[in-house]
């Protein structure tokens, strides 16, 4: 289990649900391997590779399989259309709760590819119990106005705001990334898709150290390939990109860390020039670590952004306007940590994990069950 949105969100349902009531285990249809993997373990979860092949007819087998051993009561998906076969198979294992949960906006996969999504998804309404999105926008991108929607129920991502408040037991040195106490540092944590905006990130870089030259980027993340763009291929040109725009002294890039919080420990401001978002865990987490975020003004962002922000928030690709507003933050500290800190107070009242782990359990087992 590598860093990402969905993975520290399941990591936060598993330090928050009613482990009274409930067993929680992880299924991964890609490598279990990740930094992930080891905490969600020693938190009491059995962490399985299921992996999931072209060949849909073995994986429904093998999952069926392994599902009527373990005898689970709910199964839920986070796989968005590819979660049809996942689902399919609880049913064939006579597991009674199938939840189906969409986090990201849809994609377009091209016609062909496109087409099979349409196949798995008309799947998951016919075999999962609840449907679940990371907000109205996730809602309205894969299901529009179906008549499905009275199984459809938007619940925002919500993260352990108590656990991103605290430091991490090993912070980083900012030496050790190749920074200075001088240095004011911007950060940026997303694997390094075409949704994520890191070519016009790195022009907002550009224009932010002519105006503060002490501040550096760092950017965390690894290559992830689609089928549209090569991971490694997007990962170099932004290398590339980086090295034309003279910023190698000013742009730091890592896959990741052993712990996320050593990341927002690190930074001063959290950016998110994203093109299209479901409901960003990062920005949520950024709040809750007391950041101040500047970031595209898309819905999914603007819901999971303290009010007192909003206006830090910009069309998607108006860099300029975006590295003004940042510029301006970098040169005002007390408006940093006046917005930390109502960025803060905002995640803690309306996007801490435990509203979001109640609305899932009582997916997971039936009002009555809940109440006794």
Aim: aromatic share 8%; hydrophobic share 40%.
């Amino acid at each position: 289990m590598k860093h990402g949105g969905i993975e520290t969100f399941l990591m936060s349902m598993l330090r928050t649900c009613d482990r009274q009531r409930f067993d929680m285990d992880i299924l991964c249809t890609r490598s279990a391997k990740g930094p992930y993997t080891e905490r969600a373990r020693q938190l009491g979860a059995d962490v399985t590779e299921c992996p999931m092949s072209y060949d849909q007819v073995r994986f429904v087998y093998k999952l069926y399989k392994l599902l009527r051993r373990r005898r689970y009561d709910c199964l839920n998906s986070h796989l968005s259309d590819l979660g049809g076969g996942a689902l399919l198979a609880a049913l064939l294992a006579g597991i009674p709760y199938r939840v189906a949960s969409y986090h990201q906006m849809r994609p377009d996969m091209g016609f062909i590819k496109n087409l099979y999504l349409w196949i798995m998804r008309r799947l998951v309404l016919r075999t999962a119990t609840s449907i679940t999105t990371s907000s109205p926008a996730v809602s309205r991108s894969y299901f529009g106005t179906t008549t499905a929607k009275g199984r459809i129920q938007a619940i925002s991502y919500g993260v352990d705001t108590q656990f991103f408040a605290e430091k991490p037991k090993e912070p980083v040195k900012l030496s050790q990334l190749g920074f200075s106490p001088n240095n004011v540092i911007v950060g940026h944590l997303g694997t390094y898709r075409r949704q994520k905006n890191h070519q016009a990130l790195v022009k907002i870089a550009a224009l932010t150290v002519k105006q503060v030259p002490e501040a550096r980027f760092l950017l965390c993340g690894r290559p992830v390939a689609t089928s549209r763009e090569p991971g490694a291929t997007l990962y170099e040109r932004i290398g590339r990109q980086i090295e034309q725009l003279g910023l190698s002294k000013f742009v730091v890039r890592v896959p990741g860390f052993d712990d996320v919080r050593q990341f927002y420990q690190a930074i001063d401001v959290f950016v998110l020039p994203s093109r299209e978002e479901g409901m960003p865990v990062s920005i949520i987490e950024a709040q809750a670590a007391g950041k101040p975020v500047v970031a595209s003004r898309i819905e999914g962002i603007v819901i999971a952004t303290a009010p007192e922000m909003r206006d830090n928030l910009f069309d998607v690709d108006d860099v300029e306007s975006f590295a003004r507003c940042l510029v301006q933050l970098l040169k005002n500290k007390d408006r940093m940590k006046a917005q930390g800190l109502a960025g803060q107070a905002y995640v803690r009242e309306n996007l801490d994990i435990k509203a979001a782990v109640r609305k899932y359990q009582e997916l997971y087992l039936p009002q009555d069950k809940l109440n006794d």
